[in-house]
């Protein structure tokens, strides 16, 4: 399961909408063997095609060593399909060269919704995982469901005694 901010997903959708009619393309960097996505990374499409992505080699080198000097990895590598549903193509499973990464798609074919999945695909094997969005600003120990006008008698919220 890719586990992931909204705030990140916010903006990939934007870089998504952006970048359209072409694809865009990127990285959701986060601390070496976490699996937690952080740093939002969008970068540049160096196709420039509504079909095809590729990053810029000279890009794609500085945002890996700047990783590599910040003891992060990428945790999510991301790109959207303009025409297509998010599911990842038969050139995009050949490139995926990340074993460890979630392959993050995102269909802006519709202008007014976002198609949003989740792969993993190691040897050529593409795996649908869950996406939990998660908001960073909530506090994930806070009451965040709610039944009112209902029994039973007494509610217990497990409140801790911060």
């Known amino acids: 399961m890719l586990s992931i901010d909204r705030s990140i997903v916010e903006a990939i959708v934007a870089h998504a909408r952006r970048d359209h009619p072409d694809e865009a393309c990127g990285v959701v960097a986060g601390p070496a063997g976490s699996d937690t996505p952080t740093r939002h990374i969008p970068m540049d499409n160096a196709a420039r095609s509504m079909t095809f992505y590729e990053f810029d080699s000279m890009e794609q ?5 700047e990783m590599d000097d ?7 590598i991301y790109h959207s399909h303009t025409a297509t549903e998010a599911y990842p193509s038969r050139t995009d499973i050949s490139f995926a060269g990340e074993p460890g990464a979630h392959y ?28 939990r969005i998660v ?3 909530v506090d994930p120990h806070a009451v965040q469901s709610y039944m ?15």
Request: proline share 7%.
């Open 61 to 65: 080198l500085r945002v890996w060593r």
């Open 70 to 76: 910040r003891d992060e990895e990428p945790v999510v």
């Open 104 to 131: 993050l798609l995102v269909s802006t074919r519709e202008p007014d919704t976002e198609e949003i999945r989740s792969f993993r695909i190691v040897d050529g094997v593409v795996t649908e995982e869950p996406v």
């Open 135 to 137: 908001d960073a600003a």
């Open 148 to 162: 009112f006008g209902q029994s039973p008698a007494t509610v217990d919220y497990e409140c801790s005694g911060r």
